[in-house]
């Protein structure tokens, strides 16, 4: 479990995070999600302890960052962004040379490289120098480093940013794979739909603070369904039996109804019967990023 209390961190006159707490619970996947310059890889940073925090702490599986570090170190895994590595090095023995931290013997370090390359998805490049590493595949060796110890916990700091279908889809389904295995995985990402398609909650941040924190069916309840019909004209008036399915609004020959609810194939018998010709039949839902914005509106 990753659990951040009361973090706050400032640089110079910048106040980057303000008392920022939320958890992250074993066999769970929680998406971070914020505008550029939010707090989210700052959070991040303090989370894996490459940064200090001004005040507050981060608890991983009971021990703290600050000062049981090396325990709370050996708990969780971390893939940034941007991964830096020396890149003359090739990636087999810069793996070898990291396992060393964890008092890895070489032999077994070879071995254990071996297996978590062809693991990751990097078979046949561990030759290779990490220069010639794409920026997927550096995010990939990142997280076969990261998988040295077998962590229970993992953060990915907009993991998803540069990579191309396949690596999204490799990562999509290892974030699926830790949460079966009871580990607590927190990601951010700008991709919305990918926070959608696998946060179990989603919080939200906006100015170093904590706006929100959402289930996804409590996002989903949030939700307001919207049924928008065109029609070959104008509609004269609204039939009064539309007004027991939403708010309805007319925009020229489109009919618009807002907190939908009920079926919207009697909703297009009701026009028929009226005389109109159905040119299109359209049910919209809110997105995670309309209830982001929206929620970001509220702090205004």
């Not at 990562?171 to 990918?194: C, D, P, T």
């Amino acid at each position: 479990m990753i659990e951040i209390s009361n973090v706050s961190k400032s640089f110079g006159r910048i106040k980057a995070l303000e008392n920022v707490s939320f958890k992250v619970n074993n066999g769970e996947l929680v998406g971070y999600v914020g505008l550029n310059g939010a707090g989210k890889t700052t959070t991040i940073r303090i989370i894996v302890g490459v940064l200090l925090p001004d005040s507050g702490d981060v608890y991983i599986d009971g021990y703290s960052v600050l000062k049981e570090k090396r325990k709370a170190s050996m708990r969780i895994g971390w893939v940034p962004e941007i991964p830096i590595f020396e890149p003359d090095v090739k990636a087999l023995d810069y793996f070898v040379y990291l396992a060393g931290y964890y008092k890895i013997s070489p032999s077994e370090a070879r071995r254990l490289g071996k297996e978590l390359f062809e693991r990751v998805g990097l078979s046949g490049t561990e030759n290779r120098k990490l220069k010639e590493y794409s920026q997927g595949m550096k995010k990939r060796f990142a997280l076969a480093v990261s998988l040295i110890n077998d962590p229970p916990n993992f953060v990915f700091d907009e993991v998803l940013n540069g990579l191309d279908p396949e690596g999204i889809k490799f990562f999509r389904e290892l974030a699926k794979n830790f949460k079966k295995q009871g580990k607590a995985v927190l990601f951010s990402s700008h991709i919305l739909s990918e926070v959608e398609a696998l946060a179990d909650r989603v919080v939200f941040i906006h100015k170093g603070r904590i706006i929100n924190i959402l289930t996804m069916q409590e996002i989903k309840s949030m939700a307001e369904k919207k049924l928008i019909v065109k029609l070959d004209k104008p509609l004269e008036k609204i039939p009064e039996e539309i007004n027991s399915y939403g708010v309805p609004v007319v925009e020229d020959n489109t009919l618009v109804i807002r907190k939908f609810k009920g079926d919207q194939s009697t909703v297009v018998e009701l026009l028929l019967r009226q005389g109109y010709k159905i040119m299109e039949v359209k049910l919209e839902e809110i997105s995670l990023e309309e209830v982001f914005f929206k929620l970001i509106g509220e702090q205004k």
